[in-house]
């Protein structure tokens, strides 16, 4: 079905396609045991203010604090304590329509997660990816609106939401509506991927947020690939325009930073800066503390 229909398919013990489905649906069910029994964790990797960053950095480097933010990531614990990354579980995540409880796990811990140690952030704010599924589904706005209002404005600012091209792509005016709704309780809302799709400009046009992410091919390779150039130039100076923020993902050499300091991008994110680590590890200074005490 996925390939189009009217068509035979002929089966064979090694199929990729099939074996693929089959671990899949293995995947499925760990996530399934993993949302019951809290199996997951929380990372984080720094988005890093790019002109409070030396000329000279380097890897092993110190980056400011409260000028940068930072993104979540989520991580599943293995059978043998070990860490899974999300690009092998997500996939099954969103095949099974099990995504919406992934997310709804992240915003629940990460907003508990603020109440308690909003003070001790060396960030400004946390950034927390949503699905395209859940972004298009009026039940999870309604919940997130609900939960965002019931945690407060201190929390609400230290917020702020990536949404994908795709997951606008579903139904712009849903998305421009829940947009709106988030950043009149003081969240942040970045579009996440940028440059990904056919409809890019279309979507910042549409949408009113406060950060543009360029998408990471478009990062990479930009000191060798005069086209990347071209096209990291081109959404920076649309961003300014709009006067929206630009933050640059999968910045992994000191070239690459210079590059992107010259062109005026404003955040970077990237192994270069930071490696994930445990949320724990990452932003707290000293002893955790209640916002109450």
């Known amino acids: 079905k996925e390939s189009g229909r009217n068509r035979v398919h002929v089966w064979s013990e090694t199929d990729r396609a099939t074996r693929a489905r089959r671990a899949q649906t ?34 092993g480097a110190a ?95 230290s917020l702020c939401f990536e949404i994908t091209e795709t997951a606008a792509m579903t139904n712009l005016d849903d998305a421009a509506s829940f947009v709106t709704e988030l950043r009149a309780l003081g969240v942040r809302v970045a579009l996440d991927d940028f440059g990904a799709g056919a409809s890019s400009f279309g979507y910042l046009k549409s949408l009113p947020v406060d950060y543009l992410k360029i998408d990471g091919q478009f990062v990479r390779d930009l000191t060798e690939d005069a086209l990347d150039a071209a096209a990291v130039r081109c959404f920076a100076e649309v961003a300014r325009v709009m006067n929206v923020k630009t933050v640059a993902e999968f910045v992994e050499t000191p070239e690459v930073l210079s590059r992107l300091r010259e062109i005026g991008i404003d955040f970077v994110q990237g192994w270069l800066l930071h490696e994930p680590a445990p949320i724990g590890e990452l932003l707290l200074m000293g002893e955790p503390a209640s916002l109450e005490s």
Do not use: M
């Open 26 to 59: 293995r995947w499925a069910t760990r996530l399934e045991t993993a949302l019951d029994d809290d199996g997951f964790e929380l990372y984080a990797q720094r988005v890093c203010a790019l002109d409070t960053l030396p000329a000279n950095f380097s890897v």
């Open 63 to 157: 980056v400011p604090g409260k000028e940068g933010h930072a993104e979540v990531l989520i991580r599943l614990r293995g059978e043998n304590e070990d860490v899974v990354l999300p690009g092998a579980f997500l996939p099954a995540a969103e095949r099974f329509n099990l995504i919406n409880r992934v997310d709804q796990w992240v915003l629940c811990e990460v907003i508990d997660w603020l109440v308690v140690n909003r003070r001790q952030l060396e960030v400004g704010a946390l950034w927390i990816n949503l699905s395209g599924q859940s972004v298009g589904d009026r039940r999870f706005q309604q919940d997130t609106l609900a939960r965002l209002r019931a945690a407060g404005s201190d929390v609400c600012s």
